[in-house]
């Protein structure tokens, strides 16, 4: 095993023991192949009132725009898929959203696994992304190996599905890289049958402005009457696309005590959350991610669905 290679599976061992589902790196370089993709899916204007895609074009392509030196991208999943879930007919929030915030939780374990490079390794600079800068987290994850990005967009797996969160570390240290693993949606559609309204334009392009994520988290005015009726019942955010995918029955719950919901969630009907105060919404969510829509955004979607 050359010095590369040594460096590889100790970063990977070290990130298993973190809690990270699985962990792939890949060389930082130009992602050719996403380049005109990107181009193509914001001319046509699929990002909605998500001005932001629309920043920062080349440093979405190239990482070493965003880290000194950068030669490696290495990648991390993980998992948020429940124990338990809301009860049935009523207004529902996405999984990812059910614990405390995402970006807190991994950032941290990021920043353990750089802490550990550096001691291990030597001096090694970078920087730690999830979700909060411009870099395309599913096409990096795909590079690296960690699964195929699916119809709906999302990144799946043979072992394990789509419900987990990707992050990054983008350092300054050659590593050796592990390669992409094939698709695997062969000639099934479930998640392009199962949009309710349709965002799924053809397969592998979803078009932004008409997911219930981005209508219940993203947008800010009132709603387009267009969305009457097709929300099925969704308050923040959507999993229909993950829900119905196949490849979703080999989800197995996470292990993060952080990412339980308040057992309040859970238990809420329809009244409960017609009638929801700002105490409660408070907290319900205390530290949740649904803290991005506030109370307002929230009851503005509630009202909608009524």
Request: net charge negative; proline share 4%; aromatic share 10%.
């Amino acid at each position: 095993m050359d010095v590369k290679e040594k460096y590889n599976s100790m970063i990977k061992e070290e990130a298993k023991r973190l809690g990270f589902l699985s962990c792939g790196i890949s060389k930082a370089d130009f992602l050719e192949e996403e380049a005109p993709r990107l181009e193509n899916w914001l001319k046509e204007n699929r990002n909605g009132e998500m001005r932001y895609m629309e920043n920062h074009f080349d440093k979405r392509l190239d990482p070493r725009l965003l880290v000194d030196g950068a030669k490696s991208v290495i990648s991390l999943l993980l998992n948020y898929f429940p124990q338990e879930e809301q009860i049935k007919n009523t207004f529902k929030v996405s999984k990812y959203a059910y614990g405390h915030d995402y970006h807190h939780i991994i950032k941290s374990k990021l920043r353990e696994l750089q802490n550990f490079i550096s001691e291990e390794i030597g001096e090694v600079g970078g920087r730690a992304f999830v979700d909060s800068a411009p870099v395309l987290d599913k096409a990096w994850a795909a590079k690296s190996g960690l699964g195929w990005i699916g119809k709906h967009s999302n990144l799946l797996t043979q072992q394990v599905g789509s419900f987990y969160f990707i992050a990054e570390l983008i350092i300054d240290l050659d590593l050796s890289y592990d390669t992409r693993v094939t698709d695997h949606c062969g000639t099934c559609t479930a998640c392009i049958d199962a949009c309710p309204t349709q965002a799924i334009v053809e397969p592998y392009k979803v078009d932004g402005s008409k997911c219930i994520s981005y209508v219940t988290i993203e947008l800010k005015e009132e709603i387009p009457t267009e969305f009457q009726g097709k929300m099925n019942d969704w308050m923040f955010g959507c999993d229909v696309c993950q829900d119905v995918c196949p490849w979703n029955r080999f989800s197995k719950p996470h292990s993060e005590p952080l990412f339980n919901p308040h057992p309040e969630l859970l238990s809420m009907s329809k009244k409960d959350w017609e009638e929801i105060t700002e105490d409660v919404f408070k907290k319900v969510f205390q530290k949740s991610a649904v803290k991005r829509t506030k109370y307002s955004g929230l009851t503005r979607n509630i009202n909608f669905l009524k």
